[in-house]
């Protein structure tokens, strides 16, 4: 089994940054596919960002040009650099894996924007 704990949440201002962390208990190379979502309550959970073992990455419209997600195999993290952030974006949000043919969900991290 894999397990995956997010941290970097936190309050910024409209315009401000934040960079998510999300740590893999295993091997990335054993995860082909890792995703950032983010859920606000009453609303489903929307993809984010989602990266390949290969390197390709997929962007929900909203966060294109603002916010990367990346990895470090060395660390078995990978991370979503959230940039120029807006009201719009605050939420809970999750790193996910595909493992064994599931989606694997980690606890969460809060990302409040505010001013």
């Known amino acids: 089994q894999v397990q995956l704990v997010e941290s970097g949440g936190g309050l910024v201002q409209p315009g401000g940054s934040l960079r998510l962390s999300c740590a893999a208990s295993r091997n990335i190379r054993d995860l082909p596919i890792m995703s950032w979502y983010r859920q606000v309550p009453e609303k489903q959970r929307e993809l984010v960002a989602l990266?390949?073992?290969?390197?390709?990455?997929q962007y929900v419209d909203s966060v294109k040009g603002r916010f990367t997600i990346s990895r470090d195999k060395a660390k078995n993290n990978i991370y979503l650099q959230m940039n120029s952030l807006k009201l719009d974006d605050p939420a809970v949000y999750y790193c996910?894996?595909?493992?064994?043919?599931?989606?694997?969900w980690g606890q969460g991290t809060q990302v409040t924007v505010s001013s």
């Open positions: 996910t894996a595909l493992y064994n043919g599931r989606t694997v």
């Open positions: 990266l390949s073992n290969m390197g390709s990455t």
